[in-house]
């Protein structure tokens, strides 16, 4: 089975900018997960989608961030205009749709590491 | 507020000596457990989970982490390290049921084995 797929693994780019991040869940997964890892730290929820439903997006910067995803599989994740404090690993998670407890494991793509210069 | 702390930012230990990291939660009702490893440039994998029942649960990778609701703690431990464990743990608590809700982690604490 696939894994998260994420990309790209890097990007550098100046502040002011925009960038964005594409995520590929696991196949059948119907909840996805946006987190910003800020080094040092753990990482912190921005959104989850439930298919292309948001369920939570209370911790999205939403004046420069937004996030889609249109089909209810892929996902995409933007930043316009990029601040220095947005550098950090952006990871994505998927997991299955359902209730009991074996469905909230959450799968981990390898994350997109951003740099703003 | 639902919050993880993990006293221990860095833990070094030797190679085939016991480890233990510790998390404390802050949970306003009962919590799913989790502990992911992260090593340089991957994503994180989960070791393991406490949902209820034994509250001795057990992972991959030889790990065991024990819940103890008295001290709201769910500490991982490992008899050996092996000098591939050095990485960085986080501990993660979750709501209740199914695929809502989401995952708040603690900040991490970098595990460095000796040999």
């Known amino acids: 089975e696939a894994g998260v797929a994420q990309s790209p693994r890097y990007k550098i780019i100046e502040k002011r900018q925009s960038v964005a991040f594409w995520c590929n869940p696991i196949?059948?997964?119907?909840?996805l997960y946006w987190y910003q890892q800020i080094l040092g730290q753990g990482p912190k929820l921005l959104i989850q989608f439930q298919n292309n439903g948001v369920v939570d997006d209370s911790q999205l910067p939403k004046d420069r961030f937004s996030a889609e995803r249109l089909k209810g599989v892929d996902s995409t994740l933007k930043i316009q205009p990029a601040k220095l404090e947005d550098s950090a690993v952006y990871l994505c998670?998927?997991?299955?749709w359902g209730g009991g407890p074996s469905y909230n494991e959450q799968f981990f793509g390898p994350g997109t590491r951003l740099t703003v210069l | 507020a639902q919050s993880v702390t993990q006293p221990d930012i860095h833990i070094t230990v030797s190679e085939g000596a016991s480890l233990e990291l510790r998390c404390n939660y802050s949970y306003g009702a009962t919590p799913y457990l989790f502990w992911y490893v992260q090593s340089p440039g991957q994503g994180l994998q989960l070791l393991l989970k406490?949902?209820?029942?034994?509250?001795l649960v057990q992972g991959i990778k030889g790990f065991e982490a024990e819940f103890k609701r008295s001290q709201s703690s769910f500490n991982l431990r490992k008899p050996s390290v092996h000098w591939s464990d050095a990485a960085e743990y986080f501990c993660?608590?979750?709501?209740?049921?199914?695929?809502?809700?989401?995952?708040?982690f603690g900040k991490g604490t970098k595990l460095s084995v000796k040999p």
């Open positions: 993660a608590v979750g709501p209740y049921g199914g695929s809502q809700g989401n995952l708040i």
């Open positions: 406490y949902f209820s029942g034994d509250t």
């Open positions: 998670a998927s997991t299955l």
């Open positions: 196949s059948g997964h119907a909840t």
